[in-house]
């Protein structure tokens, strides 16, 4: 009876695992707001993941993301954009501002230093004016 109990009680616990690593969290997304100053400005909370977990920018405006750690776990305290060589340290409840090359467009994965939460810039190329 035991052994039946702890086959239970392993596949209960392994469900979770896979629940809270793979199915929680909604990808939400994100077009980063152009300021008066012709600026891209986008805020990113994280807590228990990424959120919006995408940043749509337009290519070639200088653009900003502010990352807002709430989540006390040490997997979240560092935000990684391998491709640009980014690694910033995450402190718990501050404002933290990572500017990002918006020159390229194409897709810029992120992650936390673990490399468990992931999230993604995207940079649009901007589109021709069609007065003719």
């Given at each position: 009876?035991?052994?039946?109990?702890?086959?239970?009680?392993?596949?209960?616990?392994?469900?979770?695992?896979?629940?809270?690593?793979?199915?929680?969290?909604?990808?939400?997304?994100?077009?980063?707001?152009?300021?008066?100053?012709?600026?891209?400005?986008?805020?990113?909370t994280?807590?228990?993941?990424?959120?919006?977990?995408q940043?749509?920018?337009?290519?070639?405006?200088?653009?900003?993301?502010?990352?807002?750690?709430?989540?006390?776990?040490?997997?979240?305290?560092?935000?990684v954009?391998?491709?640009?060589?980014?690694?910033?340290?995450?402190?718990?409840?501050?404002?933290?501002?990572?500017?990002?090359?918006?020159?390229?467009?194409?897709?810029?994965?992120?992650?936390?230093?673990?490399n468990?939460?992931?999230?993604?810039?995207?940079?649009?190329?901007?589109?021709?004016?069609?007065a003719?």
């Amino acid at each position: 009876m035991l052994k039946i109990i702890l086959v239970f009680v392993t596949i209960i616990v392994i469900a979770l695992i896979v629940w809270w690593f793979f199915a929680s969290r909604q990808n939400t997304s994100t077009t980063a707001q152009v300021t008066a100053d012709h600026q891209q400005q986008a805020t990113i909370t994280v807590d228990g993941g990424y959120s919006p977990s995408q940043v749509v920018f337009q290519q070639g405006i200088p653009a900003e993301l502010t990352f807002t750690r709430k989540d006390p776990s040490s997997c979240l305290e560092r935000v990684v954009f391998e491709k640009q060589g980014i690694n910033k340290f995450l402190p718990r409840n501050e404002a933290t501002t990572v500017k990002f090359d918006t020159s390229k467009a194409g897709e810029y994965p992120f992650a936390c230093g673990m490399n468990m939460f992931h999230g993604q810039v995207l940079v649009q190329a901007q589109k021709a004016n069609s007065a003719q």
